[in-house]
């Protein structure tokens, strides 16, 4: 048998500490990942509630169209789009004024971990109502 020691087997000790080192790396891994996948869902909040806007604006600048087709497209993008937790704090409104139509919306997207800010965002888009002539 030979005396010296094997280099490819790991004695206890140094086992011990890669593995303390790797549960470190690895938990702040998972931390900033999941930090860095609620900003990613915030974001798409967003982008579907600026599409909600503008799809309720295009719905209601028509001649013949009104406030209450403003409403529905906003709301139908939203349920397809935003169902679910993400968008449980929506609050949108839609009026014409000045001959304009007018689409707004104000959202919180709560932090996923304690400590964690809720991000609240505001929107708002308009577009020239048509006339009748």
């Known amino acids: 048998m030979d005396p010296r020691r094997n280099p490819r087997r790991?004695?206890?000790?140094?086992?011990?500490?890669?593995?303390?080192q790797w549960a470190l790396v690895a938990s702040f891994s998972m931390i900033f990942l999941a930090l860095l996948l609620n900003l990613i869902a915030?974001?798409?909040g967003q982008g579907v509630i600026r599409a909600a806007l503008d799809e309720?604006?295009?719905r209601a600048?028509?001649?013949?169209?009104?406030?209450?087709?403003?409403?529905?497209?906003?709301?139908?993008?939203?349920?397809?789009?935003?169902?679910?937790?993400l968008g449980?704090?929506?609050?949108t409104s839609c009026e014409v004024?000045?001959?304009r139509v007018v689409a707004a919306a104000d959202a919180v997207f709560p932090g996923w971990f304690p400590g964690v800010p809720d991000i609240s965002v505001s929107f708002q888009v308009s577009g020239v109502?048509?006339?009748d002539g």
């Not at 001649?63 to 403003?70: I, K, L, M, S, T």
């Not at 409403?71 to 169902?83: C, R, T």
């Not at 449980?88 to 609050?91: F, S, T």
């Open 10 to 20: 790991l004695g206890i000790a140094d086992g011990a500490f890669t593995s303390a």
């Open 61 to 85: 600048t028509p001649a013949p169209a009104g406030v209450g087709d403003c409403h529905e497209g906003m709301e139908e993008v939203l349920a397809d789009l935003l169902a679910g937790p």
């Open 42 to 44: 915030t974001q798409y």
């Open 88 to 91: 449980e704090q929506i609050h």
């Open 97 to 99: 004024v000045a001959g």
């Open 129 to 131: 109502k048509e006339i």
């Open 56 to 58: 309720g604006v295009r």
